[in-house]
C-alpha cells in the first residue's frame, strides 16, 4: 500500500516529506469528520499505523543513504590507489633498461616506455595510445631505420610479421640499419594482452659475426692444407665455372703455367690448355664434358681419363657436383696402375696359352686315368666276388669246429674273417659305386622296413658298450635303391657307435616338403669344421689308424659316393665335444604320401629348417606328445621328446645335448611339476629360453611362472604364438 502512496525512485528527503503531507491530511480527516458508526475511530487507528510505516521507511532511507555514502568514499579512495599503481607501474617500465609496450586484447597500443623503438625515430614519433597492432606493423616496415632481407618488400616484411604476433610467444632479431640489431621478444599475457620487450644487442651480434669469421678462417687454412697434402690434385670452380682454389699437387700433374692459377680463370681455359698436352681416352669425353658443364641442375659425378701425348703418364679424373652448383675436379695419377694392367693383360693371354695346352694334355691323361680306373674296377669286383667263396666257407668250418665247446682262437679266427669279409663288401660297394655301367633299381620303398631291420641287427652292438640306442618309426615311403639306401643308413649307423663310448645313438626322420629327411644323432666326440672333408675319403679315419678289425674307413666313402649316384642330399652338423648328426635326403613316393607323425603344420607356417633349432619336448601325454613332435618338425625344428623328469635328464645325459628352448608340460609324473624342471635344467645349462604348457589357468602358476621369468601357454595351444615363439629363438649353433 505504501509503494502507491511514494514513488520509491524519488530521493528519501522528497519521500519523506511527501509521507509527513500525506500524514498531516489524514489526521485532519480525522479531526472534522464524524461518523456515527465509529469510521472517524478507525481513521484515527489507520493514521496511527501508518505514521509507524512511514517513520520505519524514514529510518531504512537514512540507512541506505549512510551506505551509499560509504560506497562513494571507498571508491574515491580505490581510483586513487589506481591511479598511484598506474603511477607507479609507469615509474617502474620507465625504468626497464629494454623498450616496453602493452597491447590490450583488443591489439590496441595501451602504454609504453621511453626505450620502446628508440633505434628507430620515425617509429617513435608515431606511436600513441590506442593505435592498433596492425597500424604499429605498417609503420616499422616502413621505417628507413628497418634493414630487409635481400629481395623482401616491406609488404612482405609486414605479412611475416603478423603471421609472428599470432603465436603466444615469440623472439627474433631485427637487422637494422648502422650494423645495429634489435632482439624482439613478445608474449601473451594472461588477459590475452600483448607484451613486447625490445633489446639491443648489436655488440652481441657483432662479437658473434667476429667469431664466425675467425672459425672460417681457421677453417679456410685448415683446408687448404688439407688440400696440399692431398695425392690427388684437386681445383675448385664456382657456379660460374670460375677457378677458386686449388692445390700444388693440381699444377704438377697438369703442369699448366703459373698464369693459369689464378682466382676466376674460367674452367674452359683450364681444359683447352691441359689438352695441349693430354688427350682424353675416347672422342666421346670432350662432348661429354661440355654436356656436363651445361647441365648445372643435372650434373651428377663425371669420369674421364686423360693420358700425355708422348704416353709418359695417364691421369684418372673425377668431377663431383658442389652444393651451391660449383663442382670439384680431381685427377689421380694412375700411370702404374695401367701399366700393371697391360702387363696383366699380356701375362694372361700368355697364361690361357699355356692353360689350353695343359688342358689338352690332361685330357688325354684322364682319359687314360679313366680307363686304367674302369679296369681297376672291373677286377676288384671280380676278385672281391671271388674271395667272398672261399671266405664263406672258412666262416662255415670254424662254426663246426667250435660246435664242440668255446674255443677263443676259433671265436677270434672268426671274428676276423668276419672283418674281411666287410672289407670285401665295403671295395665291391666302391667298385660298384665308381662303375657308371652299374644300373641303380630305385623304386617304392617302404623306409620303415629298413629302419626296424637296422634296428634290430644293430641293437646288440649299441647294448654291449653300454649305449642308448633308438629307432623312431615312420610309415613314409620313398624313392631310392633299397640295397643303396640299406647300405648308406647302416654305415652311419655303425659308425655312430663305434666312435661313441657314453649316451647313446638316435635315428628318425622327418618330412621336408616333398621329401624326408633321414637323421642319425650321435652323442660322439664331434667333428671339427676342418675335418669334415677329410672324413669321406677312403681309408681315412679321425684319431684312429685303420685295421683290419676296427674298419678300413670305407663306410663313409660309401655313403657319400652312394648319395651322390642316388642323388640324396647328405649335409652334416656337428659339434667337437658334443656330437654329430648325419642327414639323408630323399624323394618320397608321391603317390603314396607320408602318413607318419611327421607331417607338416597345416597353417603351413614358413619353415624353420635352415635354423639348426634343437628343442627338447617334456610331456607325459603320449598322444599329445606324439602331435607337437609332428606339428615341430614339420616347421622344420629338430625335437627330442621324454615323458617325463627321468627320462628327460637320461635323454640329456646320455645324447649329451644342450637344448636351444625348452617345451614343458606344467603336470608331470611323481608328483614333479615343469617349473622344477626348468630350473634343474637352467641350473645346468644357464638360461634358455622356455614355455610351461599347462591347462591350469590359476593365478598362482601365473605368479610362479613370472617369479622365473617364463610364460605360461594354455592348452589347447595357439600354434601361431608357440610359431613365433620358436622362430625368435638364436640357436645355440650355426
Not at 500500500?1 to 489526521?27: F, G, T, W, Y
Not at 555514502?69 to 581510483?79: H, I, T, V, W, Y
Not at 617302404?446 to 623312431?472: E, Q, T
Not at 613370472?706 to 594354455?714: E, K, Y
Request: proline share 3%; net charge negative.
Amino acid at each position: 500500500m505504501m509503494d502507491n502512496l511514494v514513488d520509491p525512485a524519488e530521493p528519501p528527503d522528497v519521500q519523506i516529506a511527501r509521507l509527513k503531507k500525506i500524514s498531516q491530511v489524514l489526521m485532519r480527516r480525522v479531526e472534522t469528520q464524524t461518523d456515527r458508526d465509529g469510521a472517524a475511530y478507525s481513521q484515527f487507528e489507520r493514521a496511527v499505523v501508518l505514521e509507524d510505516q512511514v517513520r520505519r521507511r524514514t529510518e531504512e532511507l537514512e540507512r541506505a543513504l549512510g551506505l551509499l555514502n560509504e560506497s562513494n568514499a571507498r571508491l574515491s579512495a580505490a581510483n586513487v590507489e589506481i591511479e598511484a599503481a598506474r603511477r607507479d607501474l609507469a615509474s617502474a617500465i620507465e625504468a626497464v633498461q629494454e623498450g616496453f609496450a602493452l597491447f590490450g586484447v583488443d591489439d590496441v597500443l595501451l602504454l609504453f616506455n621511453g626505450r620502446f623503438c628508440w633505434q628507430m625515430p620515425d617509429v617513435r614519433a608515431r606511436l600513441h595510445p590506442g593505435m592498433t597492432f596492425a597500424d604499429y606493423i605498417q609503420v616499422v616496415s616502413r621505417s628507413a631505420m628497418l634493414r630487409l632481407p635481400a629481395g623482401q618488400t616491406p609488404e612482405d616484411w609486414a605479412e611475416t610479421r603478423m603471421r609472428r604476433h599470432r603465436r603466444d610467444h615469440v623472439i627474433f632479431n631485427l637487422a637494422l640499419t648502422d650494423n645495429r640489431w634489435m632482439q624482439v621478444s613478445e608474449h601473451r599475457t594472461a588477459n590475452s594482452g600483448t607484451a613486447i620487450v625490445q633489446t639491443d644487442v648489436s655488440d652481441l651480434m657483432r662479437a658473434e659475426r667476429e667469431q664466425r669469421e675467425r672459425l672460417l678462417d681457421n677453417q679456410g687454412r685448415i683446408i687448404r692444407a688439407t688440400l696440399d697434402h692431398l695425392a690427388q690434385g684437386v681445383a675448385i670452380f664456382d657456379a660460374e665455372g670460375l677457378l677458386a682454389g686449388w692445390n700444388r699437387r693440381f699444377r704438377v700433374l697438369t703442369g699448366l703455367p703459373p698464369q693459369t692459377f689464378t682466382l676466376g680463370t674460367r674452367f674452359q681455359r683450364v681444359t683447352d690448355q691441359i689438352q695441349q698436352s693430354f688427350r682424353l681416352a675416347d672422342s666421346q669425353s670432350a662432348a661429354r664434358i661440355a654436356a656436363w658443364m651445361q647441365d648445372r641442375a643435372g650434373r651428377g659425378a663425371l669420369s674421364f681419363e686423360l693420358t700425355q701425348k708422348d704416353g709418359a703418364m695417364t691421369l684418372d679424373g673425377f668431377a663431383q657436383r658442389l652444393p651451391d652448383d660449383g663442382f670439384v675436379l680431381s685427377l689421380t695419377d694412375v700411370t702404374a696402375e695401367r701399366d700393371a694392367l697391360r702387363r696383366l693383360a699380356r701375362a694372361n693371354e700368355e697364361l690361357e696359352a699355356r692353360v689350353a695346352a695343359r688342358t689338352d694334355e690332361l685330357r688325354d691323361a684322364l682319359a687314360r686315368a679313366e680307363r686304367s680306373n674302369a679296369s681297376k674296377s672291373r677286377f676288384v669286383a671280380a676278385a672281391s666276388h671271388d674271395l667272398l667263396q672261399p671266405l664263406s666257407a672258412a666262416k662255415l668250418y670254424l662254426s663246426a669246429a667250435d660246435a664242440a665247446g668255446t674255443n677263443s682262437s676259433v671265436q677270434k679266427a672268426g671274428e676276423a674273417l668276419t672283418n674281411v669279409e666287410r672289407i670285401i663288401e665295403a671295395l665291391l660297394d666302391i667298385s660298384r659305386l665308381e662303375t657308371e655301367e652299374e644300373q641303380l633299381s630305385q623304386g617304392d620303398l617302404a623306409l620303415n622296413d629298413i629302419l626296424s631291420s637296422l634296428a634290430s641287427s644293430f641293437a646288440p652292438a649299441a647294448a654291449a658298450k653300454g649305449l642308448r640306442f633308438r629307432v623312431r618309426p615312420t610309415g613314409a615311403h620313398v624313392v631310392s635303391d633299397g640295397l643303396y639306401l640299406q647300405r648308406i643308413v647302416q654305415n652311419l649307423i655303425s659308425n655312430a657307435i663305434r666312435y661313441t663310448d657314453r649316451g647313446g645313438v638316435f635315428v628318425g626322420a622327418r618330412k621336408r616338403g616333398d621329401s624326408i629327411r633321414i637323421e642319425v644323432w650321435d652323442s660322439g666326440p664331434g667333428i671339427r669344421s676342418e675335418d669334415r672333408d677329410v672324413i669321406f675319403q677312403e681309408f681315412r679315419r679321425l684319431h684312429r689308424r685303420a685295421s683290419a678289425s676296427e674298419g678300413m674307413g670305407l663306410g663313409l666313402a660309401i655313403v657319400e659316393r652312394a648319395c651322390a649316384r642316388l642323388g640324396h642330399g647328405l649335409d652334416l652338423l656337428s659339434r667337437p665335444g658334443r656330437g654329430s648328426v648325419f642327414r639323408v635326403t630323399v624323394p618320397l613316393t608321391a603317390t603314396r604320401p607320408c602318413r607318419s607323425e611327421d607331417s607338416g603344420d597345416p597353417r603351413r607356417l614358413p619353415s624353420l629348417a635352415g635354423t639348426g633349432l634343437l628343442v627338447l619336448l617334456v610331456d607325459n601325454d603320449h598322444e599329445l606328445r606324439r602331435a607337437m613332435v609332428a606339428l615341430l618338425e614339420g616347421w622344420g625344428i629338430t625335437v627330442l621328446d621324454a615323458d617325463g623328469l627321468e627320462d628327460a635328464i637320461a635323454l640329456i645325459d646320455e645324447m649329451d645335448f644342450v637344448p636351444d628352448a625348452m617345451l614343458i608340460d606344467y603336470q608331470l609324473n611323481d608328483d614333479v611339476d615343469g617349473l622344477d624342471l626348468v630350473a634343474m635344467l637352467r641350473k645346468r645349462f644357464g638360461w634358455r629360453p622356455a614355455r610351461i604348457i599347462s591347462a591350469d589357468r590359476s593365478p598362482v602358476l601365473r605368479e610362479r611362472c613370472a617369479r622365473m621369468g617364463l610364460f605360461p601357454m594354455s592348452k589347447p595351444l595357439d600354434t601361431e604364438a608357440l610359431y613365433h615363439f620358436l622362430a625368435n629363438v638364436n640357436p645355440a649353433i650355426a
